[in-house]
């Protein structure tokens, strides 16, 4: 089954406390993105990569990190969370070179104390 | 204003009525147009994507585009309850790899 995959689906933390969001496809997908959503504002892109070792800034890039090493993974870091990156996070690929995000993962919710 | 524009509702609508999902963009170079159906607690589906000025049918869904007035629309005939969700409408940018996506109409169709 075509899917994307991440863990945690949950996840409370502390400020400070660096974490990783893992995010996996079995496609095969060369683009993979990552969004924030918060209420009001809809989904934000915070990073995307178009291809292994090429990725770029979305329009929330600030206090995250992404990385990747493989084409099937795209992990999210927080290297110093804080409460306004309290938020529900979706990894997302595309079956095009133009970034249609078709296929999004089931989401996490992270909570910074 | 808002690089992507929805009305967040709720806009409800009788069983088997038509629903219609309205949506401004302001980057007159886009080119591509997405709708995307997020149940509650769920993540983002595609539903529909538009790229050419018209419409553009599957099932019950109507997607319409008309680029010189920067505007899109999604129409829902015959409106089940199981199309109760929030309708995300996403724009390109003419420039770079990224979706922008407006904050979502909730819309509830009562039985």
């Known amino acids: 089954e075509a899917q994307v995959t991440q863990n945690p689906r949950y996840l409370i933390t502390v400020t400070g406390k660096k974490l990783t969001v893992t995010c996996s496809q079995n496609?095969?997908?060369?683009?993979m993105s990552w969004y924030r959503q918060d209420p009001g504002l809809g989904l934000r892109q915070i990073y995307y990569?178009?291809?292994?070792?090429?990725?770029d800034k979305g329009d929330v890039p600030e206090g995250y990190k992404v990385s990747r090493k493989e084409k099937r993974n795209f992990p999210l870091i927080l290297e110093s969370p804080s409460p306004n990156q309290t938020s529900l996070y979706f990894c997302a690929s595309s079956f095009d070179s133009f970034g249609t995000e078709a296929f999004f993962g089931q989401g996490t919710r992270l909570t910074v104390v | 204003q808002k690089e992507v524009e929805q009305n967040s509702g709720p806009l409800s609508v009788p069983e088997g009525a038509i629903a219609s999902l309205n949506c401004t963009y302001s980057?007159?170079?886009?080119?591509?147009f997405f709708w995307y159906r997020q149940y509650s607690g769920k993540s983002p589906e595609l539903i529909m994507s538009?790229?050419?000025?018209g419409d553009k049918e599957d099932g019950r869904f109507t997607a319409q585009l008309n680029k010189a007035s920067q505007y899109v629309s999604l129409l829902i005939r015959d409106s089940q309850p199981s199309d109760s969700a929030t309708y995300l409408c996403a724009v390109k940018r003419e420039y770079g790899n990224k979706l922008v996506f407006g904050a979502g109409t909730i819309l509830r169709v009562k039985s």
């Open positions: 538009i790229y050419s000025n």
């Open positions: 496609m095969n997908h060369e683009y």
């Open positions: 990569s178009m291809n292994v070792e090429v990725t």
């Open positions: 980057d007159r170079g886009s080119q591509s």
